[in-house]
């Protein structure tokens, strides 16, 4: 089972996104390589359609973290982690963790016994990070083919492999 977070004694913030806080996701976004940038109209869909299953971390009012995700439609049991980011300043305080948590604890992910997410070979902080979840979780973690880099990409982004970690189960007191 999971542990329970430690309380956190500062500003920091987490919920849902809003829909007015699309344009700060963007700018997180950009402001965090190697992550892609998307359309700031496909982030306020993410903070309006895909809020339940998306969180924001909050520091005196400014957008520090972030966190998107999905339900693919032909696996309820998972959960699709398709971004990550923290700006440069408040990482190493564990905030991915508690953003995954937040979601987690919400009425849409209580069938979900996986966490999927994608990880270009050379991202050593993303693989750092998801090998701490796998962790926390107590659950293994599985690598398989996803989008290649010729096949899919055409070259044009490095190949993205596709990581799982579960079966968990969400534990009680989130
Ligand atoms: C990836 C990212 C979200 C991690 O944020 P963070 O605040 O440093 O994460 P945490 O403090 O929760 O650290 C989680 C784990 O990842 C490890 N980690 C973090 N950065 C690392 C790095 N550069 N290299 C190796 N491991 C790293 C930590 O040591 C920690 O492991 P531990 O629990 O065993 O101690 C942040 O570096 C980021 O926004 N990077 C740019 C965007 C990106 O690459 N996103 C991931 C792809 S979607």
Redo the contacts with the bound molecule.
Sequence with gaps: MPQKEAEDPSSLRISPPLSEDGAAVHDL?AA????DTNSLYMNLIQTTHFADTCALAREDGDVI?WVSGHIPPREPDVFF????????K?????????LVADIFSREACRNVKYLK????PD???????????A??LGAPLNESEFFDKERHFKGRHDSEILVTIGPFELPASL
């Design positions: 976004i965090c390589p190697p992550l973290g982690l398709w971004q990550v980011a923290v700006g440069e408040a990482r190493g305080k564990k905030i991915p963790k508690r997410t994608t990880i270009t991202n050593e902080a993303s693989w750092g990070l998801f090998r701490s979840i962790r926390w």
